[in-house]
């Protein structure tokens, strides 16, 4: 299991107008946090996009909301990759507010997609080696 942390302020324009945050920008949140790890990684989206030719659309989300975030909180999204990835990769969430109360809890699987064909792939051997690599530390 890969283990990641980055944190995302909660802006206003992610409310509404009951002054909490919107439940579909939860998904938002998963998004920067699995992008951010992957860049802390070596292996931004833009690269795998660029070198490869692959796109990575998300086919599953999975979202439990606990308590609500509001205007101004800082979030601290924690994204897990349980396992390694064939075709597919599955990215796991928990955000936490700055008391460490549990707010949201979720998933997400996307594919990797050759965006000449439209066809799943396997993860390009660069990834999956950064990725080993990457497992291999957080198992010591």
Do not use: C, W
């Amino acid at each position: 299991m890969i283990k990641f942390n980055t944190n995302v302020r909660v802006r206003y324009a992610d409310t509404d107008k009951a002054g909490v945050v919107y439940y579909a920008n939860y998904a938002l949140f998963y998004e920067v946090g699995r992008t951010e790890m992957f860049r802390s990684l070596g292996i931004p989206y833009s690269q795998i996009e660029e070198k490869y030719g692959i796109v990575l659309p998300v086919v599953e989300l999975i979202s439990h909301y606990h308590r609500s975030a509001v205007y101004d909180d800082l979030l601290d999204i924690e994204v897990t990759i349980p396992e390694r990835p064939t075709a597919k990769i599955k990215f796991e969430y928990k955000i936490y507010n700055e008391a460490r109360v549990l707010l949201n809890d979720g998933s997400t699987t996307l594919v990797f997609v050759d965006t000449k064909t439209g066809r799943p792939v396997r993860a390009p051997k660069e990834v999956t080696d950064l990725l080993d690599k990457a497992f291999a530390s957080e198992a010591l």
